[in-house]
């Protein structure tokens, strides 16, 4: 990951993505602004804001956005149900791309990118909004921006996806996918994120991703483990969560004084 001061602009993020080059964010599960704002301070290049698995609303995700782009952080959010709706407000609201859940099958995946682009999609327009610079924006200028900058990226975590991979990713507007080792583990029966189901999976949309030549991002527990889904293919990858990092670090420092009373 690069330096905060030459790391570039938040807006590039589709463009990296893409590129393949390698990025690396987390979750956001707090609806405030704080995490958001800190994590792009110390040189994140991106955050998911968790619609889906928190207490995030419309307003909350909005101010998260306001964040992101305070911290020069690449704000993503991961709707709670792929509706018009959702999609259009977290853009509007300013989100660099948006993550979809349970992208199971190549109609469901251009409803998706059908919703987040102006041509060739059915996005309702509004420029007068952060996306457009609260009007600030020309019409066509918008457009252009938006459909040049925003990030589609679909999450494949159901059995029934991995049969149809090669269309769904064919989709065109689909700009990548996010595999979902945690809701494929459940789906699959299996018994962890390293089991021989779950791997097999994970690679086998991998190998698919790579043959149409799209980018694939997924979670990984750090920058050790991101290594072996590098070679894979995956270049983008989310690292726990801003609880899970304030956990870990709060456990470690508990941990420290634990040892250090134990030895006085």
């Not at 602009?9 to 463009?15: G, I, N, V």
């Not at 299996?190 to 694939?216: W, Y």
Request: net charge negative.
């Amino acid at each position: 990951m690069s330096s905060v001061s030459a790391r570039p602009p938040a807006s590039d993020f589709r463009r990296r993505f893409l590129a393949g080059e390698t990025l690396v964010g987390t979750f956001v599960k707090t609806p405030t602004g704080h995490a958001t704002e800190i994590l792009g301070g110390v040189g994140m290049d991106f955050v998911v804001i968790d619609e889906e698995h928190a207490p995030f609303d419309r307003g909350s995700i909005d101010l998260a956005l306001l964040a992101a782009r305070a911290g020069n952080i690449a704000g993503i959010v991961r709707v709670a149900e792929p509706t018009p709706a959702k999609l259009l407000s977290a853009l509007d609201d300013g989100a660099q791309g948006v993550l979809v859940p349970h992208v199971s099958s190549p109609q469901k995946a251009r409803e998706m990118v059908a919703a987040c682009r102006y041509r060739g999609g059915k996005r309702g327009f509004s420029n007068t909004n952060r996306a457009g610079s609260y009007g600030g924006a020309g019409i066509w200028e918008h457009v252009a921006a938006q459909d040049d900058g925003v990030a589609t990226i679909a999450m494949i975590e159901d059995p029934e996806a991995l049969d149809d991979l090669d269309a769904i990713l064919a989709v065109e507007g689909l700009d990548g996918v996010f595999i979902g080792r945690g809701d494929l583990t459940v789906a699959l029966g299996a018994s962890g994120l390293d089991s021989a189901e779950t791997l097999a999976a994970t690679e086998k949309i991998a190998a698919a991703a790579r043959k149409a030549g799209k980018p694939v991002c997924i979670m990984a527990a750090n920058a050790a483990d991101a290594a072996r889904f590098r070679e894979i293919g995956a270049s983008a990858f989310i690292i726990s969560s801003d609880q899970g990092l304030m956990r870990q670090a709060a456990g470690k420092l508990v941990a420290d004084f634990a040892v250090q009373q134990a030895s006085a």
